[in-house]
T-cell receptor, first 118, second 113 residues
């Protein structure tokens, strides 16, 4: 089946630094990837939709300059949290859409990244 | 904006009991998915329902999609501690928007032995 690899799984960074999170589709091409943020015991909140070769589409209220998304290839999208602050601490999850017509309708999620800003 | 109301938000039951989780919306979705998520992991797809009135079974889990494709339910029979987790419903938009998933708020299920 489709596999999405997300790295790192955990990261601790100092306030003011930037952190990059990678999301890779391992055995399929993903023209569209999605980035979510999740707070403890809550649901996933869509941050942005990442399209290969074009600018990401951000959801209302999400700061484009703070959460930089790059989708340079059909198998890799990255999320960079710039000038991180403690309030950016959260669980970030990516998903990729597989267009091969699988019965699952093609959404596969990464295992998430726990970001802690100290 | 399409919204999904999921209830209950929290559910704590004893092993062997039955439960139902509901997912309702005023919008029509092309399909609806149910996921289960464990702490520190990404969501794992359980099922996708596509046709209005559809019923799918996955061992002790029964999923229904409403006739109007606006609501869905998940019923678990004889719950076990291994069923503990966060259950999420997600609607797939009908056309455009890169087929974004709209998630419900989730149901945190705890099954006590």
């Amino acid at each position: 089946g489709a596999v999405v690899s997300q790295h790192p799984s955990r990261v601790i960074c100092k306030s003011g630094t930037s952190v990059k999170i990678e999301c890779r589709s391992l055995d399929f091409q993903a023209t569209t990837m999605f980035w979510y943020r999740q707070f403890p015991k809550q649901s996933l909140m869509l941050m942005a939709t990442s399209n290969e070769g074009s600018k990401a589409t951000y959801e209302q209220g999400v700061e484009k300059d703070k959460f930089l998304i790059n989708h340079a290839s059909l198998t890799l999208s990255t999320l960079t949290v710039t000038s991180a602050h403690p309030e950016d601490s959260s669980f970030y999850i990516c998903s990729a859409r597989d267009l091969r017509g699988l019965p699952s309708w093609g959404y596969t999620f990464g295992s998430g990244t726990r970001l802690t800003v100290v | 904006t399409q919204l999904l109301e999921q209830s209950p938000q929290f559910l704590s039951i004893q092993e062997g009991e039955n439960l139902t989780v509901y997912c309702n919306s005023s919008s029509v979705f092309s399909s609806l998915q149910w996921y289960r998520q464990e702490p520190g992991e990404g969501p794992v797809l359980l099922v996708t329902v596509v046709t209005g009135g559809e019923v799918k079974k996955l061992k002790r889990l029964t999923f229904q999609f409403g006739d109007a494709r606006k609501d869905s339910s998940l019923h678990i029979t004889a719950a076990q501690p291994g069923d503990t987790g966060l259950y999420l419903c997600a609607g797939v938009g009908s056309g455009g928007s890169n087929y974004k998933l709209t998630f419900g708020k989730g149901t945190l299920l705890t099954v006590n032995p």
